[in-house]
DNA sequence: CCGCATCCTGGGCGATACTG
DNA sequence: CAGTATCGCCCAGGATGCGG
C-alpha cells in the first residue's frame, strides 16, 4: 500500500478473462463475517471467544470457526495455540492481512462518503417503482 | 489492548455497531456479476446484449437483469429506454458509478499485488492440512 | 475454552419457456 | 431486442450437540 510503484493495469482488466483475483479478495470481503473480524483483529490480537463476543450480530461458533479459518488459508491472520488446559487460540493479522485491513479503511471511507448518497437514490427507486421485487 | 504493539489504525470503525454501509456496498460488489458489469460499463455506454455477450463466463438474461436493475436502484447505472422497434435500452455509469469503478481499480491494483501471496499461501495451507473441508 | 459433526433453511443463481 | 415468469439446485450460514 505504501510503495509507490504500481503502473501494471492501464486498464482495469487488460483481459476481460483475467479478473487479476479481485474475485477471490471479493469471495471472501463478501461473505457475512470476513470483514468484522479483520477489523477487530485489526486492533490487536484476540482469543476465540473474544473474538466472537466483540463482533456485533451473533456470529455463531461455526461461522467464526469457518470465517477465521479462511483467513488463515489465505495468509491474513496468524493461528497460535498454546499448549494450556483449558487451551488458548490466539488470532492475529499477518503483514498481508494489515495490508488488507488497509484496503478495507479505504472501502469503509469511499463508502462512509457515499452511503447518504446511495441511500436516497434507493429511497427514490423504491418510491418510483411501487412493486418492485428486487430488494 | 495489547501493548507493544504499532498502533498504525486510527480504529477502522469507530463504534463497532456502525460499519459506515460498507455491508451494502460489499452486498452488491460481492454477488457473482455486478463487478464485471461495473467494470464494462466503465469502458462505455452498453446495450442489453452488448452487455451480455462482453461478460465473460456466460452470464443468464435473469441474473444480468437482476444485477443491473440493483445498480440502478443504488444510483450506480442510469437506464435509459429509446421507444424504437425493436426496443433498445442503454445502460451507463452515473457519477457515483464512476466513482466506484474507481475504489474497483483501488482494489483490482490491490489484488493484482497480492494476488501470487495469497494463492502461495493457500497452496501452503492445504499441504500443511491434506484433509481438510474448509475449501 | 476451542472447536468439529450433523441437520436444516433461505436465498443466490441457473435453465427454460413465454411476451411486447 | 429486452425483458418477465417459473422451477429447481446448491450452498452459505444458523442451531444444536458432542469431544479434547
Redesign the pocket.
Same mark, same amino acid.
Given at each position: 500500500m505504501s510503495a509507490g510503484h504500481t503502473a501494471v493495469t492501464t486498464e482495469l482488466f487488460s483481459d476481460p478473462s483475467e479478473d487479476c483475483g479481485v474475485r477471490d479478495v471479493l469471495d471472501r470481503l463478501? !461473505?457475512?463475517?470476513s470483514v468484522q473480524v479483520l477489523v477487530e483483529l485489526s486492533r490487536g490480537v484476540r482469543?476465540?471467544?473474544?473474538l %466472537?463476543r466483540a463482533i456485533p450480530? !451473533?456470529?455463531? %461458533?461455526?461461522?467464526?470457526?469457518?470465517?477465521?479459518?479462511r483467513l488463515e488459508r489465505d495468509g491474513m491472520v496468524r493461528?497460535t495455540?498454546h499448549a494450556t488446559v483449558?487451551? %488458548?487460540? !490466539?488470532?492475529e493479522l499477518t503483514e498481508l492481512g494489515r495490508s488488507l485491513a488497509g484496503l478495507i479503511r479505504t472501502m469503509s471511507d469511499w463508502s462512509a462518503e457515499h452511503h447518504e448518497a446511495i441511500v436516497e437514490f434507493r429511497r427514490d427507486w423504491d418510491a418510483a417503482h411501487p412493486d418492485a421485487?428486487i430488494?
Open positions: 463478501g !461473505d457475512k463475517w482469543r476465540f471467544r473474544e %466472537q450480530g !451473533d456470529i455463531s %461458533q461455526r461461522m467464526l470457526t469457518l470465517t477465521v479459518r493461528r495455540v483449558p487451551p %488458548q487460540v !490466539d488470532y421485487e430488494r
